[in-house]
């Protein structure tokens, strides 16, 4: 639960430290004062999506830091996925520069907003003006239900369902439209494979035959020298160099017979005879090879070419190409046989339809289910709620397969006995409102995390009702933390703790600053509530018997 909040430079607050105890706590203060501002900050350190204009006037950043103990198994499941240590305790904290840039850390790293807001879903639960709107969009009705159903496992299944029939809804209509002109593409599609099957086409052919080329075109240079270097060795009418080399030998040979120093000479000139015997071989061979050689540049040239403008077409390099070739061919197949796919693909249309629908009503028969329980709870605490007459059911209304499954839902109420019942959104009262939602926030508790803010949810009620809701919110915190802002003295007065939100004026600033009261403080501020400026001892002795009451 939510134990310290600290706030520096947010809004018109320079610094505060609120600190929050177990079960119902409660901000009050005159309108403006700043209470918003502190439901702001808890929303800024949640990772909600917040602006610079938090950022009080005249300085660099905002910081909202939040204390936590006691975390949820779920809280510490998301730290776990985060490679974050699952203790009991946890500081977070969110700072917001002027330039509209924020950083946000988890226990001391650094995590995106998005990991932030993720761990704050499962920290706090905040219930607003903006949730009671909620009520108003029937498209988040569903959502509530899921909630209850606890239909999460089944509803994947739904989805992986619908999401591969509409694969395969896709693959039937780009064939069934390819088949509609089917001739014109097999024309191309046999063209292009013949063209590329044609050329035979091998990975590397062009750098060889540009090494080919380059080789060619030096021909006549490398016949020369080949030349040269076979005269020089073999010799002509001159004698050449193995002729003298074989003199050389000879002459050595004789010295060495009667003198030992001549004999390393004589073996140095032997090597260097036979060094020259292999060189002078494989010039003759290369010289051979080249004269026979009828290879034609321009044969060449043209094929080079001709992979050139293939190249043009398909991918600048025998891969690309041979890989457009595969498509082609794999293209050719699908279209030539579409038929028989077409075919393969409507009858798993049908069987995956047919699946589809199953999970759908599972999915349905889960969700009205936990409607009926949903129903009669939701009743039960409008009863409680000073609405004795008050009905609420959820009306399913069947529609085609969507992603969220087969159920149109909208909650209807009546407030009346005899008057039709309709969507909240077209007959529900502001007051109204916000007893329904109190109602459902105290049905979906369970599922809450371990820390509930209601923000002002006291709208549009007063008198029996606005102590029925003191009662609720009361009980609701029995085992939890409840955060509450509200002008309604009953609410205040049934807390365990009260924090006071005041503004004071200076020359040239405003401030805003949270104090925790003590039960005279408490006495004062809900004899305020109860009388506006005017404090009399009759409203204080209204506010000293609200708190006897639920003290």
Do not use: W
Not at 218 to 236: F, H, M, P, T, Y
Request: charged share 30%.
């Amino acid at each position: 639960m939510l134990r310290e909040l600290t706030i520096e430079n947010v809004a018109v607050i320079e610094r505060a430290s609120l600190r929050f105890d177990e079960g119902f706590n409660v901000l009050t203060g005159e309108t403006g004062a700043g209470k918003s501002i502190v439901i702001d900050a808890i929303n800024a350190v949640l990772g909600e999506r917040t602006g610079r204009d938090v950022v009080r006037s005249g300085e660099a950043t905002a910081k909202v830091t939040a204390y936590f103990d006691d975390l949820s198994p779920a809280a510490k499941a998301v730290l776990e996925s985060f490679d974050l240590d699952p203790d009991d305790e946890l500081l977070i904290a969110r700072t917001i520069s002027a330039d509209g840039k924020s950083s946000c850390k988890i226990g001391g790293k650094t995590v995106t907003a998005s990991m932030l807001r993720q761990l704050g879903h499962e920290l706090v639960t905040i219930c607003g003006q903006h949730d009671s709107q909620h009520l108003l969009q029937k498209e988040k009705h569903l959502d509530y239900i899921d909630l209850l159903a606890q239909s999460g496992e089944l509803k994947a299944q739904y989805q992986a369902q619908y999401h591969a029939l509409r694969d395969v809804k896709k693959q039937l209509h780009r064939l069934r439209k390819a088949d509609a002109d089917k001739g014109a593409r097999l024309d191309y599609l046999s063209f292009q494979i013949r063209e590329l099957e044609d050329a035979h086409i091998t990975i590397g052919e062009t750098d060889a035959l540009q090494q080919q080329k380059k080789r060619l075109q030096n021909k006549e240079k490398r016949l020369q020298s080949l030349q040269a270097v076979c005269a020089a060795i073999d010799g002509d009418e001159n004698g050449g160099l193995l002729q003298n080399l074989y003199t050389l030998s000879s002459a050595l040979a004789q010295l060495s017979d009667g003198d030992d120093s001549f004999r390393a000479f004589e073996d140095t000139v032997a090597n260097v005879r036979y060094d020259l015997e292999d060189c002078a071989a494989a010039a003759r061979r290369t010289l051979d090879a080249e004269e026979a050689d009828d290879t034609d540049i321009d044969t060449i040239e043209q094929r080079l070419d001709q992979l050139y403008r293939l190249g043009q077409k398909y991918g600048h390099s025998e891969e690309a190409m041979l890989a457009a070739l595969q498509k082609a061919k794999e293209e050719y197949d699908n279209i030539a046989f579409s038929e028989q796919k077409i075919a393969e693909l409507e009858q798993a249309e049908d069987a995956m339809s047919d699946e589809l629908l199953r999970l759908g009503d599972r999915l349905t028969d889960c969700r009205k289910a936990a409607a009926r329980d949903f129903e009669q709870k939701v009743t039960r605490e409008l009863t409680f709620l000073d609405m004795p007459a008050a009905q609420f059911k959820v009306e399913f209304r069947e529609q085609n397969a969507t992603e969220n499954g087969m159920d149109d839902v909208e909650f209807c109420f009546c407030a009346n006995p005899g008057q039709a019942l309709k969507g909240i959104g077209k007959i529900a009262s502001g007051g109204e409102l916000s007893r329904i939602m109190l109602a459902i926030r105290c049905v979906l508790s369970e599922h809450d995390g371990e820390t509930m803010i209601f923000d002002e949810i006291d709208t549009g009620v007063s008198g029996r009702a606005a102590s029925r809701i003191a009662d609720r919110l009361r009980k609701v915190a029995s085992g939890r933390q409840v955060l509450c802002v509200t002008h309604l003295a009953q609410i205040a007065a049934a807390a365990n703790s009260h924090l006071l939100v005041e503004k004071s004026l200076d020359p040239g600033a405003t401030y805003t600053r949270v104090t925790p009261l003590d039960d005279a403080g408490r006495e004062t501020e809900i004899a305020r509530l109860i009388g506006g400026d005017l404090i009399t001892d009759a409203t204080r002795a209204s506010a000293r018997e609200l708190l006897a009451y639920y003290g």
